[in-house]
């Protein structure tokens, strides 16, 4: 007859070896969500810089277009940086979570 103990222990350890498989995978979703949000970050600067180049130029057409254009890459440079530093705020929180989950 099967000793209750190795039944129990082998469980234990298929446990521990999903808990852990289950664990890289979330650190491997969250490291490439980190990613992600570095590329997006870099697009919607290389955006920004566009704006800008784009604002600077119709400064020399007329002054008020010029401020127009100013505001409005800043307006859009501002809400840009606003949804990435959230996204950012999102995914720390999330691996903090997670990270306090498989040290339990």
Do not use: C, P
Not at 8 to 35: F, H, M, P, R, W
């Amino acid at each position: 007859m099967t000793d209750i103990r190795v039944i129990a222990t082998d469980e234990e350890s298929s446990s521990k070896n999903v808990n852990k498989k289950v664990g890289k995978g979330l650190a491997s979703a969250i490291e490439k969500g980190e990613q992600v949000t570095q590329s997006t970050k870099e697009t919607l600067g290389a955006a920004t810089d566009k704006a800008k180049d784009k604002a600077e130029d119709l400064s020399q057409t007329t002054d008020q277009g010029s401020k127009y254009a100013g505001d409005q890459a800043k307006h859009a440079s501002d809400a840009a940086n606003q949804k990435m530093n959230q996204a950012g705020a999102r995914l720390r929180e999330n691996k903090d979570e997670f990270q306090k989950e498989m040290s339990k």
